[in-house]
Each structure stands twice: as structure tokens, then as C-alpha cells.
């Protein structure tokens, strides 16, 4: 006797109807920015390649932090803690911002452009 199996290959098109609010880019992370009020902001500048200042500080909880762009060039800051988390500025005078949620700890900040992080471009957020 012969079985023929036939191979019942179910194609699923999954139709992923998930839009962000507010968000228009296409981040590939599930990093989400808060929705709540920042308890506090913090304003780092970055320039060729540096960024001032290098040392932050915070409490614990929705935080914003906002990077201006004092030179030419293209920067960002991520946090190696946070993947998905970015800040990006392009051109002299380009300021960006978002909020991001923070609990105790220390966290490094730096720029992912290559050869930015290693020449330097990088710092500390100590949250206490
Ligand atoms: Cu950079």
C-alpha cells in the first residue's frame, strides 16, 4: 500500500498591520520610545569627533535627551544598553531628541558612525 503524503504547505501571509504611533521611520528594533513626560532632559552637543559633555547623570525614569549637532558631519547617539535606541543629527545645528526610560545603572552612550566610537565618541550616563 502506498500513502501519498500530500505535502499540505500552508503559505501564511501574515499582514502585519503595526504602525507606531507618531513614528514615521522604520526602526528594525522593538525599542519603543516612552509615551510619558521626561522627569528631566539632557543636552549633549556633538561635533568632529566628540561629544560634550562625555559624563551624564540622572534619576531613574523617562529621561529625554536631546543631541545638537554643533558641527558639520553626521552623528548619532545610541546607547550600548538600550539596542534600537538612536539619536540622529546631520549638518551644523541639527538637533534631535527623544525620551527613553531609565532605571539605575550605568550606561554607555556613544556615536555608531564607524570609527566615531573608537576616536573617542562616547561617554557615561550614571543613573541614581
Ligand atoms: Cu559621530
Not at 514615521?24 to 522627569?39: C, L, V
Not at 529621561?63 to 547617539?77: A, P, R
Not at 544598553?81 to 545603572?105: H, M, N, R, Y
Request: proline letters at 5%; a positive charge; aromatic letters at 6%.
Amino acid at each position: 500500500m502506498n500513502s501519498i503524503l500530500k505535502g499540505g504547505i500552508v503559505a501564511t501571509a501574515l499582514v502585519v498591520g503595526v504602525t507606531a504611533c507618531g513614528g514615521s521611520d522604520s526602526r528594525s528594533s522593538s525599542w519603543k520610545e516612552p509615551k510619558g513626560p521626561a522627569i528631566k532632559t539632557l543636552n549633549v552637543e556633538s561635533g568632529n569627533v566628540f561629544f560634550k559633555p562625555t559624563t551624564l547623570t540622572s534619576p531613574p525614569g523617562i529621561v529625554k535627551i536631546t543631541l545638537k549637532n554643533i558641527e558639520s558631519g553626521s552623528h548619532d547617539l545610541q546607547i550600548h544598553e538600550i539596542p534600537g535606541f538612536s539619536i540622529e543629527v546631520s549638518g551644523e545645528g541639527s538637533t534631535a531628541s527623544s525620551k527613553v526610560t531609565l532605571k539605575k545603572g550605568k550606561y554607555s552612550y556613544y556615536c555608531s558612525i564607524p570609527g566615531h566610537e573608537a576616536a573617542g565618541m562616547k561617554g557615561t550616563l550614571t543613573v541614581s
